[in-house]
């Protein structure tokens, strides 16, 4: 028997499959064995850790100012990445980044280059299209000031009354090259005007300069500025207009329920005091609007107070009031011989009563009369400010009158007219074309009327008007009690008083031609018992009182 040989090839080939098996055979464990071997680690995860830095922090918002940004790839657990970490990307919230640059080791740089607009930009980045979770903030300020960009403006409506008060506040808004406010080469801003005051000169922010205007003259201020003595371009217009209130000299004592008049040119106040009655005095005061100053007179003969006064041919008469009872006492103050003189005595004691002249004849219109028991007190309508107080000349208005007297100065008597239609106390009359105007009042419980009525001397009768305005409800039948009234270029206005359950600062025109009202510019002061006459075509709001206080507050109407 004849064997063939086995033939396995050149011996390189024999030993490749040797070796083949023998790896083959590594791989597979012992019977009940387990591989050991753990899989490769996954690539390190740079999302977290990765930081995001600038050469610098802060830059000038001129469209120039640049920075470099690196970005460093970190773990989760700080380690820095040594090689490339894949494709980044760069972004800004403002202002433009130039393409960026892997270096292979970790990090990558990009140039951020600043827009023109002052403020604050975020920078951010993803790595193979994830974020990452740090950004970076990088401030960006204003540029030196360039008074050729900076401006003046008003903070408001450039038109405001002319009552020496009311202001306007006007702004300087320093700015760069590219109209960012800015501090920055800012020393001294200074303004100037050519009416009115200028004061509370302030620093309100970065670039911004304020302060503010007012006036007691009509007209057109012009408003300019500098900056460290070189004028900003352009200026602001505020007009000083309208019709407003003026504050005047007070009164050298506090004082209400007085007697008020004037003559040539002269504000008189005369009798009155505080809320208790023991406080009425005779002082009389003398206001001139030229020099804005009072000067004491020759006192009244009786003190009280409640009174009214009328002024006919220089002589102011005092009429009725009350000094611990109802009084009939007429009274006459020769204005230039500065001295006191008795008249024939009101027919009928009364105080709250109103006096109003027509034709060289001065008429007592209404009044109160109190009940027997004198002196009564009443309880304080001011619940907000604090206790309750104790008020002895709180008019009562239980017994209110609707009696009208006459008194001719010529023949020195007194003539009983055709009385009231609605008696009442605590009203206000003016005269318009030789008719009288009896506004408001209080009547028993109802402490603030709205009825009108007219007296016509002439005829001796009187008729009724549209009522004032209601001080609550449209429908409400509340008006004003304690009020005063004053007639200026043909209108007759109904000025402050007791309204409702308080103090009120209201001031209603009425036009007698069509018998209709029209509400007015309030008083700075609310107030009751006060007093109001017409100088020179200005009218004066005098005295009285607001709550728990007596005032001396003395006010000026400037009508449009």
């Given amino acids: 028997m004849r064997f063939s040989p086995f033939r396995v090839g050149p011996w390189k080939s024999v030993r490749r499959h040797c070796l083949l098996l023998l790896v083959t055979l590594s791989t597979v464990p012992a019977c009940g064995e387990r591989s050991t071997t753990a899989p490769p680690p996954p690539a390190p995860s740079y999302i977290a850790g990765s930081t995001i830095t600038a050469s610098q922090s802060s830059l000038v918002a001129d469209g120039a100012s640049s ?13 820095a990445a040594h090689g490339s970490g894949g494709t980044l990307s760069l972004y800004a919230s403002a202002g433009s980044l130039d393409g960026v640059v ?25 790595l193979n299209g994830r974020v990452l979770a740090q950004t970076l903030t990088l401030t960006l300020t204003a540029g030196p000031v360039n008074i050729a960009r900076s401006v003046i403006r008003t903070a408001s409506s450039p038109t405001v009354p002319a009552d020496g008060f009311e202001k306007c506040v006007i702004y300087v808004e320093a700015r760069d090259t590219n109209d960012n406010p800015t501090d920055s080469g800012v020393g001294q801003v200074t303004f100037a005007t050519t009416l009115g005051t200028l004061a509370d000169a302030a620093t309100n922010s970065t670039g911004h300069y304020s302060i503010t205007i007012k006036s007691s003259q009509r007209g057109t201020a012009l408003v300019t500025a500098k900056i460290d003595g070189q004028p900003i371009p352009g200026s602001v217009a505020v007009q000083f207009t309208g019709n407003y209130w003026l504050r005047k000299a007070a009164l050298p004592e506090d004082r209400q329920v007085f007697g008020i008049g004037a003559y ?3 504000l008189y106040v005369v009798g009155g005091g505080g809320w208790d009655t ?3 005095s005779g002082a009389v005061n003398a206001y001139d609007p030229a020099t804005d100053q009072w000067t004491s007179k020759t006192r009244m003969p009786t003190a009280r107070g409640e009174l009214s006064a009328g002024v006919i041919d220089g002589i102011l008469y005092a009429v009725g009031g009350y000094n611990s009872h109802d009084l009939n006492t007429v009274e006459a103050y020769d204005i230039v011989a500065d001295k006191w003189t008795t008249k024939a005595p009101l027919p009928t004691p009364r105080e709250g009563l109103a006096v109003a002249v027509v034709n060289g004849i001065l008429y007592a219109i209404g009044g109160n009369q109190r009940s027997s028991v004198g002196i009564r007190g009443s309880i ?24 009208v007297e006459a008194y001719d100065p010529a023949t020195n008597t007194w ?42 001397p002439a005829t001796d009768s009187w008729s009724r008007k549209s009522d004032m305005p209601s001080t609550s409800a449209p429908t409400s039948v509340y008006g004003r009690a304690a009020l005063a009234a004053a007639v200026l270029n043909g209108t007759l206005y109904a000025i402050g008083g007791f309204a409702v359950y308080s103090e009120t600062n209201l001031v209603e025109s009425y036009d007698p031609v069509l018998d209709r009202w029209n509400r007015g510019v309030p008083m ?26 007596t005032l001396n507050a003395v006010e000026a109407y400037i009508p449009p």
């Fill in 524 to 549: 700075p002061t609310m107030r009751q018992s006060l007093g109001a006459v017409v100088i020179d075509g200005i009218l004066y709001a005098v005295g009285g009182a607001c709550y728990d206080d």
């Fill in 102 to 126: 892997d270096h292979h080791d970790g990090t990558y740089t990009a140039t951020f280059t600043a827009p023109t607009i002052a403020g604050t930009v975020m920078i951010s980045a993803n």
């Fill in 67 to 79: 920075t470099a940004i690196t970005v460093q790839l970190r773990d989760s657990v700080g380690n």
């Fill in 264 to 266: 040539n040119g002269i």
């Fill in 380 to 403: 304080s309508t001011s619940t907000v400010t604090g206790p309750l107080v104790f008020r002895s000349n709180l008019q009562s208005a239980d017994r209110p009158l609707g009696v």
């Fill in 415 to 456: 003539t009983t007219k055709s009385p009231m239609p609605t008696p009442r106390s605590m009203l206000a009359v003016g005269v318009l074309n030789g008719i009288i105007y009896a506004i408001g009042g209080a009547s028993g419980s109802l402490w603030g009327m709205r009825t009108v009525e007219a007296y016509d």
């Fill in 278 to 280: 023991q406080s009425y």
